[in-house]
């Protein structure tokens, strides 16, 4: 009896190990540990997540194309989605890369937006809504990897008919009744008392509001206090300061901050307004650990194209380890094209060359190699985070360079930007651009 009780201890071990407990083998009961109980609690004055019985402090970004294993090694606990296919992996298959790394993930339900001609007035059409996200529910919903639903994005962006909150209430009731493990929010773009009346009167089962800031992010304790929101919320989407919030030059270009600007502002929203609400703030999703075209190819994501990490990156391992990584990303102190920054209206003339030059400072002094390249200022209007085809390179612009300077000759008139890339050989880049005018 006893070897025989040994050869199954024995078994369990070895079973353990190939396969451990935060691993999810879709299909496979006897392998899955099955959903995790995910619940909100009001103790002491303030509302915890909680993860199994465990509090969970979201310490998140946003991620449907990164590098999952990447936020794991820098300590974040969770990301977010958009939708539940992403067109590149299937749910499943993000679930389970989420689950070996350890992490959590609230999972985005595509919801139509009246702004894309979605009419919540066309009752055949809802209720078609519901029952695909019914299906994807059942799909989904005992997955370990599992935190949250996240039913829709920024569905008061540019809309007008009210009945989406009617529907948002009843994708929530749905999940609720097939999902009892598992909580429901909806992420609004900004904050407004219309929008906390209507999510209050019309989504009773909403178990979290989500809010979605950018530079106004301080803001938001005390605005979820004087618009009457009394329950748990959390941020959805923070970051760089929005290209409707800054600057512009005098021909309407958008001036972006550079990369040590980002950074310092990402603390620093963090800290006024995420941190400092220890009450309701349950965490957040910082956007984006990726890399996306949207106004410029680098204005949003924390990434490069090419998979390096900018200086905000070095925030969000700082914000949830307390301490910074052991190599830092360089730091600008300076970038001038023709002797005048971005905030100077930059305009040259097609037949003449000019000089561009940045000033970088690095914390270990490593060797720094930079890339140059001239962009055509974007075209593209979109909204709310639409797809974007990246601008065109102007070739032949880029004349000569050596270390941090570059001359430029761009012979066709029209709007361009100028950007530069600071490489420290450790997959850390500076990053900054400067918009010009050609007569």
């Given at each position: 009896m006893r070897q025989i009780?040994?050869?199954?201890?024995?078994?369990?071990?070895?079973?353990?190990?190939?396969n451990p407990a935060n691993k999810h083998i879709a299909g496979d009961p006897e392998?899955?540990?099955?959903?995790?109980?995910?619940?909100?609690?009001?103790?002491?004055?303030?509302y915890v997540l909680l993860v199994n019985k465990e509090p969970f402090y979201i310490k998140g970004a946003g991620l449907e194309f990164g590098d999952v294993s990447s936020l794991a090694n820098h300590n974040g606990n969770s990301f977010r989605t958009w939708q539940t296919e992403n067109g590149q992996k299937t749910a499943v298959e993000v679930l389970d890369e989420a689950q070996e790394n350890g992490l959590m993930v609230t999972m985005g339900i595509d919801v139509g937006r009246e702004r894309h001609g979605f009419d919540y007035n066309d009752e055949s059409a809802v209720n078609a809504q519901l029952e695909r996200i019914r299906k994807e529910v059942l799909k989904l919903k005992d997955h370990p990897?599992?935190?949250?639903w996240g039913i829709g994005n920024e569905l008061n962006l540019n809309y007008k008919n009210p009945k989406v909150w009617d529907a948002v209430n009843?994708?929530?009731?749905?999940?609720?009744?097939?999902?009892?493990?598992?909580?429901?929010?909806?992420?609004?773009?900004?904050?407004?008392?219309?929008?906390?009346?209507?999510?209050?009167?019309?989504?009773?089962?909403?178990?979290?509001?989500?809010?979605?800031?950018?530079?106004?992010?301080?803001?938001?304790?005390?605005?979820?206090?004087?618009?009457?929101?009394?329950?748990?919320?959390?941020?959805?989407?923070?970051?760089?300061?929005?290209?409707?919030?800054?600057?512009?030059?005098?021909?309407?270009?958008?001036?972006?901050?550079?990369?040590?600007?980002?950074?310092?502002?990402?603390?620093?929203?963090?800290?006024?307004?995420?941190?400092?609400?220890?009450?309701?703030?349950?965490?957040?999703?910082?956007?984006?650990w990726g890399n996306k075209q949207e106004r410029t190819p680098t204005w949003y994501g924390i990434f490069l194209e090419n998979g390096q990490e900018t200086e905000s990156v070095d925030v969000m391992h700082y914000i949830w380890n307390g301490e910074w990584p052991d190599n830092r990303t360089p730091q600008i102190v300076s970038f001038t094209l023709d002797g005048k920054t971005a905030y100077d209206n930059v305009i040259l003339q097609a037949d003449n060359s000019y000089n561009?030059?940045?000033?970088?400072?690095?914390?270990?002094?490593?060797?720094i190699s930079y890339t140059w390249e001239v962009l055509r200022e974007s075209t593209e209007t979109k909204e709310g985070?639409?797809?974007?085809?990246?601008?065109?390179?102007?070739?032949?612009?880029?004349?000569?360079?050596?270390?941090?300077?570059?001359?430029?000759?761009?012979?066709?008139?029209?709007?361009?930007?100028l950007f530069v890339y600071a490489d420290d050989g450790n997959n850390h880049s500076a990053t900054a651009n400067i918009p010009f005018m050609v007569n």
């Amino acid at each position: 009896m006893r070897q025989i009780i040994f050869l199954v201890c024995f078994c369990v071990f070895f079973a353990c190990k190939e396969n451990p407990a935060n691993k999810h083998i879709a299909g496979d009961p006897e392998l899955n540990p099955g959903p995790a109980k995910v619940e909100i609690r009001f103790k002491d004055g303030k509302y915890v997540l909680l993860v199994n019985k465990e509090p969970f402090y979201i310490k998140g970004a946003g991620l449907e194309f990164g590098d999952v294993s990447s936020l794991a090694n820098h300590n974040g606990n969770s990301f977010r989605t958009w939708q539940t296919e992403n067109g590149q992996k299937t749910a499943v298959e993000v679930l389970d890369e989420a689950q070996e790394n350890g992490l959590m993930v609230t999972m985005g339900i595509d919801v139509g937006r009246e702004r894309h001609g979605f009419d919540y007035n066309d009752e055949s059409a809802v209720n078609a809504q519901l029952e695909r996200i019914r299906k994807e529910v059942l799909k989904l919903k005992d997955h370990p990897a599992l935190l949250i639903w996240g039913i829709g994005n920024e569905l008061n962006l540019n809309y007008k008919n009210p009945k989406v909150w009617d529907a948002v209430n009843e994708i929530s009731r749905m999940i609720h009744n097939l999902d009892p493990n598992h909580l429901t929010t909806t992420s609004l773009s900004g904050i407004s008392q219309k929008e906390i009346n209507y999510i209050i009167d019309r989504c009773p089962d909403i178990d979290i509001l989500s809010i979605q800031m950018y530079g106004e992010l301080p803001a938001v304790p005390d605005l979820i206090r004087e618009y009457g929101w009394n329950g748990p919320y959390m941020i959805t989407e923070w970051g760089a300061t929005g290209h409707w919030e800054v600057p512009k030059t005098e021909w309407g270009a958008p001036i972006e901050e550079h990369s040590s600007l980002k950074a310092a502002n990402y603390l620093k929203r963090y800290k006024k307004g995420i941190e400092a609400d220890t009450l309701q703030c349950i965490g957040s999703y910082v956007f984006l650990w990726g890399n996306k075209q949207e106004r410029t190819p680098t204005w949003y994501g924390i990434f490069l194209e090419n998979g390096q990490e900018t200086e905000s990156v070095d925030v969000m391992h700082y914000i949830w380890n307390g301490e910074w990584p052991d190599n830092r990303t360089p730091q600008i102190v300076s970038f001038t094209l023709d002797g005048k920054t971005a905030y100077d209206n930059v305009i040259l003339q097609a037949d003449n060359s000019y000089n561009a030059e940045i000033k970088i400072v690095d914390f270990e002094d490593d060797a720094i190699s930079y890339t140059w390249e001239v962009l055509r200022e974007s075209t593209e209007t979109k909204e709310g985070g639409d797809y974007e085809e990246r601008p065109a390179e102007v070739e032949g612009a880029i004349i000569s360079s050596k270390d941090g300077t570059v001359k430029i000759q761009v012979q066709e008139k029209g709007i361009y930007r100028l950007f530069v890339y600071a490489d420290d050989g450790n997959n850390h880049s500076a990053t900054a651009n400067i918009p010009f005018m050609v007569n």
